[in-house]
């Protein structure tokens, strides 16, 4: 059975900065490309950034280019996203989702909330 | 950026009867050497992640109950719900897969009439 948990998530100033772990399961995982899609509080889904499955490719959506790092291990079975200068609008629960194509599964998420 | 913008915003259904959400790309998603086309369905209820329907425009995910189908090519996406059930009831989102950055729809609401 396919398991995805994401940690990391909690309350963090403006301009600070946090780290998400997605420890998944169940799966090969260093035969799927990985995602962060993240959904602000009642507004839709957003695609923050994938990598590929040897970490040779990385993609980020503008907004955030230059603030987040999404990283991986597959010794470890885990996606990482590092977010730096974090602002107000970053606030979202931020999913872990994996997918060669579509995403076939998800995470439950992990909040993330920037204010002062 | 591919838009993807979802019509209606929101639909009030019966019980038993049809509901359609239709999808349109601003550009097509339909890639020409493998004729698929990158486009996905998800289901998404309160306080849950998104679930994977439809994948490849047309190709229900396994366990995906058959009243649940997707059509349309290119730029112009339909999914259908061929018999609401009360379990239907959630949010809809289509997804284009074609080229980063990938994009979500803004969502449809389904609801029981």
């Known amino acids: 059975e396919v398991q995805v948990v994401e940690s990391g998530g909690g309350l963090v100033q403006p301009g600070g900065s946090l780290r998400l772990s997605c420890a998944a399961s169940?799966?090969?995982?260093?035969?799927?490309?990985m995602s962060w899609v993240r959904q602000a509080p009642g507004k839709g889904l957003e695609w923050v950034a994938n990598?590929?499955?040897?970490?040779?490719?990385?993609n980020y959506v503008d907004s955030v280019k230059g603030r987040f790092t999404i990283s991986r291990d597959n010794a470890k079975n885990s996606l990482y996203l590092q977010m730096n200068s974090l602002r107000a609008e970053d606030t979202a629960v931020y999913y872990c989702?994996?997918?060669?194509?579509?995403?076939?599964?998800w995470g439950q998420g992990t909040l993330v909330t920037v204010s002062s | 950026d591919i838009v993807l913008t979802q019509s209606p915003d929101s639909l009030a259904v019966s019980l038993g009867e049809r509901a359609t959400i239709n999808c349109k790309s601003s550009q097509s998603v339909l890639y020409s050497s493998n004729n698929k086309n990158y486009l996905a369905w998800y289901q998404q209820k309160p306080g849950q992640p998104p679930k994977l329907l439809i994948y490849?425009?047309?190709i229900r995910e396994s366990g995906v109950p058959d009243r649940f189908s997707g059509s349309g090519s290119g730029t112009d996406f339909t999914l259908t719900i061929s018999s609401l059930q009360a379990e239907d009831v959630a949010v809809y989102y289509c997804h284009q897969y074609y080229s980063t950055p990938y994009t979500f729809g803004q969502g449809t609401k389904l609801e029981i009439k």
């Open positions: 989702a994996i997918g060669n194509s579509a995403f076939d599964y």
């Open positions: 490849w425009a047309s």
């Open positions: 169940g799966f090969t995982f260093s035969d799927y490309w």
């Open positions: 990598i590929k499955q040897d970490g040779s490719e990385k």
